[in-house]
């Protein structure tokens, strides 16, 4: 079965979710704290083997006018670090723009307290990104 990653890719952390095995659904998985590329890509890494996954969807935040900005230039390097790192499974970019900022109404709208929103905010981005990216896929 086939199962696809979404990556909220931050400076800080970087929020992941994974899709159901029929997959119709993503389900946020964790917020990887980042420290190194090498701890970064070792914790993808443990996640890929468990769900056993085959395609990664990373959020590519883009410009208001859709170009890539300096923020999209990091998403871009690091997947070219996964890369280098042999993580060797097809990514597609999914346009990010406004995830972050839905995904923190959402949590405002449900009453989440700021710090618990901190914890998750990235893990939501993430189920968005996946959800979008099979949504326009019809997968």
Do not use: W
């Amino acid at each position: 079965m086939d199962r696809l990653m979404g990556l909220d890719v931050g400076d800080r952390t970087i929020g992941v979710a994974v899709s159901d095995l029929l997959m119709i659904t993503a389900q946020g998985v964790t917020t990887i704290k980042r420290t190194n590329i090498k701890n970064d890509i070792n914790e993808l890494r443990k996640i890929i083997d468990e769900y056993q996954v085959t395609k990664i969807v990373a959020g590519l935040p883009k410009m208001l006018d859709g170009t890539v900005g300096i923020q999209g230039e990091k998403v871009l390097a690091f997947i070219e670090k996964m890369k280098q790192h042999h993580i060797d499974l097809p990514v597609e970019l999914e346009d990010e723009r406004f995830t972050t900022t839905m995904s923190e109404r959402m949590l405002i709208d449900a009453d989440v307290k700021r710090k618990k929103r901190k914890e998750v905010i990235d893990k939501l981005a993430a189920v968005q990104i996946l959800t979008g990216y099979m949504q326009r896929k019809k997968l």
